[in-house]
């Protein structure tokens, strides 16, 4: 997937905010907007931490990053929480 195709998956998800929309890639990463929290959640379903995003472009640039496991230090300045 590529970052346009990235792009245009989040974006979907800020149109439809009204909509409980998780999309599932690669079996490890889920990916909705949460309205309460007005920012994207991209959750690492294999280490149960969810990254949350305020934009649109730094959620994009990270999720790409992580399902091309490129470094971590790219997108793990964000806001994370491990799963309790």
Known sequence: MN???IK?????????RDSDITHTLASRFTLSYSKQLSSFQIRDIENDI???????ETAALAL???LHNLPE???NHTH????I
Do not use: G
Request: aromatic share 18%.
């Open 3 to 5: 970052l346009t195709e």
């Open 8 to 16: 245009h998956m989040i974006a979907n998800l800020v149109n439809y």
């Open 50 to 56: 969810i990254h949350r995003y305020e934009e649109l």
């Open 64 to 66: 790409f990053n992580m």
């Open 73 to 75: 230090t790219i997108y």
């Open 80 to 83: 994370s929480f491990k799963q």
